[in-house]
């Protein structure tokens, strides 16, 4: 029995503490950050700025203008900058006593790599990796709006779904590749005379870039289309009239049409997925708010009438099986 109590103890002793920690008070910093984050004007603000620095990373790209009105360019990207890094300490005082929280949001530490990386140390000779450190600001933007999320999370989830396609079409190549270069090897040598440059050739065909050439000349034969010009590359000319249209109208069949569905269809799949995943977030956010607020009189008045409205139609359906079963008995007695 002792050791019964003492475990009981000790587990109120941790539910108190547990309530404690959560229930304590953060201080007004805390308090004001917390209502930074949470207003619709620091998101959209967040997000002209973000907009800004890649209107202020393109305007870069003029050099003349660059050099003239350099002062003023460098001015704006270091307010830029610092716009960015008191975004980043708001967010995280706005997590209290505990601002490594911070960090468990993978979104918070894509935007934290993306600051870090506009201070990297980098010499005279590495500034384009600077430039291109300030261009990723522009990949905030993802951050900022909730759809391209969804996106961005979508295309993530359908990476392992995708490498499965990705091999099936690898596959396919191979095996279009190692017979066009048993079958026009000899005959088109500029496309077809090795194993990955017949790969490569049946790439571009699949991208419907001059298909049609590749097939012309394979089944008319290099000496009679296609080789204007390179006459001594087509040293063994030689008709495939079945062969070829067999080849490419296949492949262009099957890796346009077939697979590039397969990877809509994937990527559709990931989308549905990661929108409910989006909602069942939203909802608990929902939840977790409206347990943490105290319930108003009008909603406490609102939720007694509708369990009063469920019991009076509960009563109503119980006198209305009583007198069906009073009826029923008395039509059974007469």
Same mark, same amino acid.
């Given at each position: 029995?002792?050791?019964?109590?003492?475990?009981?103890?000790?587990?109120?002793?941790?539910?108190?503490?547990?309530?404690?920690? @959560?229930?304590?008070?953060?201080?007004?910093?805390?308090?004001?950050?917390?209502?930074?984050? $949470?207003?619709?004007?620091?998101?959209?603000?967040?997000?002209?700025?973000?907009?800004?620095?890649?209107?202020?990373?393109?305007?870069?790209?003029?050099?003349?203008?660059?050099?003239?009105?350099?002062?003023?360019?460098?001015?704006?990207?270091?307010?830029?900058?610092?716009?960015?890094?008191?975004?980043?300490?708001?967010?995280?005082?706005?997590?209290?006593?505990?601002?490594?929280?911070?960090?468990?949001?993978?979104?918070?530490?894509?935007?934290?790599? =993306?600051?870090?990386?506009?201070?990297?140390?980098?010499?005279?000779?590495?500034?384009?990796?600077?430039?291109?450190?300030?261009?990723?600001?522009?990949?905030?933007?993802?951050?900022?709006?909730?759809?391209?999320?969804?996106?961005?999370?979508?295309?993530?989830?359908?990476?392992?779904?995708?490498?499965?396609?990705?091999?099936?079409?690898?596959?396919?190549?191979?095996?279009?590749?190692?017979?066009?270069?048993?079958?026009?090897?000899?005959? $088109?040598?500029?496309?077809?005379? @090795?194993?990955?440059?017949?790969?490569?050739?049946?790439?571009?065909?699949?991208?419907?870039?001059?298909?049609?050439?590749?097939?012309? =000349?394979?089944?008319?034969?290099?000496?009679?289309?296609?080789?204007?010009?390179?006459?001594?590359?087509?040293?063994?000319?030689?008709?495939?009239?079945?062969?070829?249209?067999?080849?490419?109208? @296949?492949?262009?069949?099957?890796?346009?049409?077939?697979?590039?569905?397969?990877?809509?269809?994937?990527?559709?799949?990931?989308?549905?997925?990661?929108?409910?995943?989006?909602?069942?977030?939203?909802?608990?956010?929902?939840?977790?708010?409206?347990?943490?607020?105290?319930?108003?009189?009008?909603?406490?008045?609102?939720?007694?009438?509708?369990?009063? $409205?469920?019991?009076?139609?509960?009563?109503?359906?119980?006198?209305?099986?009583?007198?069906?079963?009073?009826?029923?008995? @008395?039509?059974?007695?007469?």
């Amino acid at each position: 029995m002792l050791k019964l109590f003492r475990r009981k103890s000790v587990k109120i002793g941790s539910r108190r503490s547990v309530k404690s920690e @959560t229930n304590e008070p953060m201080g007004p910093i805390h308090d004001f950050s917390k209502k930074i984050t $949470d207003a619709s004007w620091f998101q959209n603000g967040i997000t002209s700025v973000i907009i800004f620095a890649g209107i202020l990373v393109g305007v870069e790209t003029y050099q003349e203008f660059a050099a003239r009105h350099g002062h003023i360019i460098h001015f704006l990207d270091q307010l830029v900058i610092w716009i960015f890094v008191a975004e980043v300490v708001i967010k995280m005082a706005a997590q209290g006593k505990r601002p490594w929280r911070y960090f468990l949001d993978p979104w918070n530490v894509f935007d934290f790599l =993306i600051v870090a990386a506009c201070f990297l140390p980098v010499d005279a000779q590495y500034v384009m990796v600077l430039r291109l450190a300030r261009l990723l600001r522009v990949l905030k933007l993802v951050r900022a709006l909730p759809k391209l999320q969804v996106l961005v999370g979508a295309l993530l989830k359908s990476i392992p779904s995708m490498a499965y396609v990705s091999l099936l079409l690898l596959m396919l190549f191979y095996v279009y590749a190692v017979a066009a270069t048993f079958m026009f090897s000899q005959n $088109d040598p500029v496309h077809f005379a @090795t194993l990955p440059l017949s790969m490569l050739s049946l790439f571009r065909a699949v991208t419907l870039e001059d298909w049609t050439d590749m097939m012309y =000349i394979n089944r008319d034969g290099c000496d009679e289309y296609g080789y204007r010009g390179i006459e001594h590359l087509c040293t063994a000319p030689e008709a495939s009239p079945i062969g070829s249209p067999i080849i490419f109208v @296949t492949i262009v069949l099957l890796g346009t049409m077939v697979i590039l569905n397969l990877f809509i269809g994937v990527i559709m799949n990931g989308m549905d997925a990661a929108r409910e995943e989006n909602e069942l977030l939203e909802r608990e956010r929902k939840l977790e708010t409206a347990k943490g607020a105290a319930p108003s009189v009008s909603d406490q008045l609102k939720s007694l009438a509708r369990e009063l $409205d469920r019991v009076h139609n509960r009563l109503m359906n119980i006198q209305m099986s009583a007198k069906r079963s009073e009826a029923d008995t @008395t039509q059974e007695e007469t």
